[in-house]
């Protein structure tokens, strides 16, 4: 009888395990994908790969960069993000300045079309030649819209809402 009843419990215990997510759960493998794109954006940025970073969005990406809560810049198209990372990093390479992308606490919910939205706080300290330590530029919060495509999670949309002006 013990045995029957075990035999019953790994059953069904196995049959939990086994079973596929709920469409509005995100399983193991996509949460670490897009962690991974996440982690990709602050390393390909901070080590001043353009192509890299303009490589995280899909082509139609939009990305969007808020200071005080006004919008102050909208990039519509790869072109204008490979564009935009060029100039900005050259300006960056030419001061001398290293940035860092802090990011952390991010939170992640499937919607209904399938993409997924996500929300990671971050911080930005750069550190310029000749200092001794970093200085915090930035801090604020990421809102995402993630796709799945054939090359793996991408950015759909990238809303930079840092907390100052």
Same mark, same amino acid.
């Given at each position: 009888? @013990?045995?029957?009843?075990?035999? $019953? ?15 509005? !759960?995100? &399983? @193991?493998? #996509? /949460? ?13 940025? #901070? ?5 890299? +970073? ?8 939009? +990305? @969007? ?6 919008? !102050? ?15 900005? @990093? ?9 940035? /860092? =992308? $802090?990011? &952390?606490?991010?939170? $992640? ?10 929300? *990671? ?23 995402? *819209? ?6 793996? +999670?991408?950015?759909?949309? /990238?809303?930079? =809402?840092? #907390?100052?002006?």
């Amino acid at each position: 009888m @013990l045995l029957q009843m075990l035999a $019953l419990a790994a059953g069904c215990i196995s049959v939990e395990v086994n079973r596929a997510p709920a469409p509005s !759960k995100i &399983s @193991l493998s #996509d /949460r670490k994908a897009i962690m991974d794109l996440i982690s990709s954006y602050g390393h390909t940025w #901070d080590n001043k790969d353009a192509k890299g +970073w303009t490589g995280l969005f899909t082509e139609d990406a939009v +990305w @969007l960069y808020r200071a005080g809560g006004e919008l !102050k810049n909208t990039i519509h198209s790869r072109t204008a993000r490979l564009n935009f990372a060029n100039e900005k @990093l050259e300006q960056f390479a030419e001061q001398g300045i290293q940035t /860092r =992308h $802090l990011q &952390s606490n991010t939170l $992640l919910t499937r919607k209904a079309d399938g993409s997924i939205h996500g929300e *990671t706080i971050f911080m930005v300290p750069w550190q310029t030649t000749g200092e001794s330590a970093p200085r915090l530029i930035h801090t604020g919060v990421y809102r995402d *819209t993630f796709v799945k495509t054939k090359q793996g +999670w991408k950015f759909s949309r /990238r809303e930079v =809402h840092v #907390d100052h002006e």
